[in-house]
């Protein structure tokens, strides 16, 4: 059906797309593809030995009352909690927060951190897609028209560090203005994603070289230098640039310190 209308928008939770509905001229405009009627054979959880494959129709709530998830995974139970309230995590899907390309999602951080990858499949056949190279830009990606979200593939690993910070208005129910989610592991090392900071949720290379490094880390202002190399913060009508550059090295240090890792506590 894709191959032939490209203009249909599949839709599987719309969470996102009808809370703005009643002003959104344009998506009123649009003709969709309801995926619902394929719920019961596309949200499954699969797990492998060395991975886990969340179907494309996949729930935040599906996750969270998972308890493997819980035991191997806790930094996407943390993420997905924040995802609204029950009534969205029991309806809103992993893949529709990767396909939606909002900036400030919480899902997606969390499984960039995990190093996620992203299958997608077509009429004329199927591609795999690390989640930290899908953006191209605000909203934009390299899946293609024609193209359905298929999985989520998440490899199953030894994790030493994971977490997922996130500040907002509020505790609950808020939409994020700086976000962190972070992992570590003896295999792969270092891995921070920011979200809410640019255009595109991203790693951060600069910053998982410099926790890699023998580099001393005593205050959040040792972490600018690689804040900055890493991304320019961007102006909006939720936060300025400067709050969260300064805002992002804050929650990152301390949650770093919190957990007793790769922040000295020497003052010398």
């Given at each position: 059906m ?9 839709i ?5 797309l009808l ?15 309801d995926l619902?009627?394929?719920r019961?054979?596309?949200?499954g959880?699969?797990?492998?030995d ?21 035991k ?10 924040q995802?609204?309230a029950?009534?969205i995590?029991?309806?809103?899907t ?7 390309g ?15 990858q ?6 004329k ?9 899908f ?15 298929t ?6 690993r ?8 996130k ?6 129910q ?5 976000g962190v ?6 295999e ?5 994603v920011s979200?809410?900071?640019a ?8 910053i998982e070289a ?14 600018l ?44």
């Amino acid at each position: 059906m894709l191959t032939e209308e490209p203009a249909l928008t599949p839709i599987a939770g719309g969470t996102d797309l009808l809370v703005h509905w009643p002003g959104n001229l344009e998506a009123r405009k649009r003709d969709y593809l309801d995926l619902s009627r394929l719920r019961e054979s596309q949200s499954g959880i699969v797990w492998e030995d060395d991975r886990v494959t969340l179907g494309p129709l996949t729930t935040y709530w599906d996750a969270i009352t998972d308890d493997r998830f819980k035991k191997e995974f806790p930094i996407l139970i943390v993420a997905a909690r924040q995802v609204g309230a029950v009534q969205i995590q029991t309806r809103g899907t992993w893949a529709g927060n990767i396909c939606n390309g909002s900036p400030v999602a919480d899902g997606v951080p969390a499984l960039m951190a995990v190093d996620a990858q992203v299958e997608l499949r077509s009429a004329k056949g199927s591609e795999t897609i690390p989640l930290d190279r899908f953006y191209t830009g605000y909203k934009q990606s390299r899946m293609q028209s024609d193209q359905l979200v298929t999985g989520i593939t998440i490899p199953r690993r030894q994790f030493t560090t994971q977490f997922f910070e996130k500040v907002g208005s509020r505790k609950a129910q808020a939409i994020t203005k700086v976000g962190v989610a972070v992992t570590h592991s003896d295999e792969t090392g270092w891995r921070v994603v920011s979200n809410a900071m640019a255009a595109v949720i991203m790693r951060c290379g600069e910053i998982e070289a410099l926790l890699s490094s023998d580099a001393k880390i005593r205050k959040p202002e040792d972490l600018l230098g690689a804040v900055d190399a890493d991304m320019t913060p961007i102006d909006d009508l939720r936060s300025t640039a400067a709050y969260r550059r300064t805002v992002f090295a804050r929650i990152l240090f301390h949650a770093l310190r919190e957990r007793n890792v790769r922040v000295s506590t020497d003052a010398g």
